[in-house]
């Protein structure tokens, strides 16, 4: 019964934004779990500068 209630406790604090992704069908799960853009920042530990690292995954990406 606890974790029960532990997430009725959840769902009712984040009900708004709860009906609101149901509602639109917007979803951040593609940037929360890109493992492509994951494997690209592991293998480009070597570069030094953060706007070429972004603009070396955009460039992946594409």
């Not at 209630?5 to 708004?16: A, F, G, H, P, R």
């Not at 934004?17 to 929360?32: D, H, L």
């Amino acid at each position: 019964m606890k974790q029960l209630n532990k997430l009725m406790k959840t769902v009712i604090k984040w009900k708004n934004k709860i009906i609101t992704a149901i509602s639109t069908g917007y979803s951040n799960g593609y940037v929360e779990c890109n493992k492509r853009t994951n494997v690209q920042k592991h293998t480009g530990y070597g570069i030094q500068k953060f706007q070429r690292m972004r603009n070396w995954i955009l460039y992946m990406a594409a």
